[in-house]
T-cell receptor, first 115, second 111 residues
Framework: GAVVSQHPSRVICKSGTSVKIECRSLDFQATTMFWYRQFPKQSLMLMATSNEGSKATYEQGVEKDKFLINHASLTLSTLTVTSAHPEDSSFYIC???????????FGPGTRLTVT | QKEVEQDPGPLSVPEGAIVSLNCTYSNSAFQYFMWYRQYSRKGPELLMYTYSSGNKEDGRFTAQVDKSSKYISLFIRDSQPSDSATYLCAMLKTSGSRLTFGEGTQLTVNP
């Protein structure tokens, strides 16, 4: 199957700072990338969808100025959590799909802890 | 009412058992069906992807889709302790790219 990587796998930051998470498709061109967050023992919650070269589409209730998404190339998308607070602590997972492909392939996730 | 219903379990079976995992859905617009496996603190891994009604087999895994009943299943034969994980069903509508997930079923296979 297609491979998606995320970096970092784990990050701890202080309240008020910003954190950037990278998502890369390693062996295919990802025309669409998705960002999710997942709380313990819960399913995935879609935050936003981004198409390469376009602005991201955010789900209702997700602050676009707080969660900045950039999808500048067909293999890379970034999520920046700005002015992070402890309530932003969560497991963030990206996924990607290629042109004309319905399946989404997920990255390994990034665990963010804001102290 | 949720669009996709999945029993969260937990489900515990002995090694070698046949496992049956199921999801029901209410919206006939769902046309594409996926099963993901998620180990603790990892991202979901795509196991099976199906479009039409019927069965699809891959090794020990069989995915079954019954669109008339709006019911999908994942069967795991000869289950192994390494199959212990959370299994998520996910669905896509004909138009759009937004996956709708079930809650996930937590499976434990005991040696």
């Amino acid at each position: 199957g297609a491979v998606v990587s995320q970096h970092p796998s784990r990050v701890i930051c202080k309240s008020g700072t910003s954190v950037k998470i990278e998502c890369r498709s390693l062996d295919f061109q990802a025309t669409t990338m998705f960002w999710y967050r997942q709380f313990p023992k819960q399913s995935l919650m879609l935050m936003a969808t981004s198409n390469e070269g376009s602005k991201a589409t955010y789900e209702q209730g997700v602050e676009k100025d707080k969660f900045l998404i950039n999808h500048a190339s067909l293999t890379l998308s970034t999520l920046t959590v700005t002015s992070a607070h402890p309530e932003d602590s969560s497991f963030y997972i990206c996924s990607a799909s290629g042109q004309g492909v319905r399946e989404q392939y997920f990255g390994p996730g990034t665990r963010l802890t804001v102290t | 009412q949720k669009e996709v219903e999945q029993d969260p379990g937990p489900l515990s079976v002995p090694e070698g058992a046949i496992v049956s995992l199921n999801c029901t859905y209410s919206n006939s617009a769902f046309q594409y069906f996926m099963w993901y496996r998620q180990y603790s603190r990892k991202g979901p891994e795509l196991l099976m992807y199906t479009y039409s009604s019927g069965n699809k087999e891959d090794g020990r895994f069989t995915a079954q889709v019954d669109k008339s009943s709006k019911y999908i299943s994942l069967f795991i034969r000869d289950s192994q302790p390494s199959d212990s994980a959370t299994y998520l069903c996910a669905m896509l509508k004909t138009s759009g790219s937004r996956l709708t997930f079930g809650e996930g079923t937590q499976l434990t296979v005991n040696p």
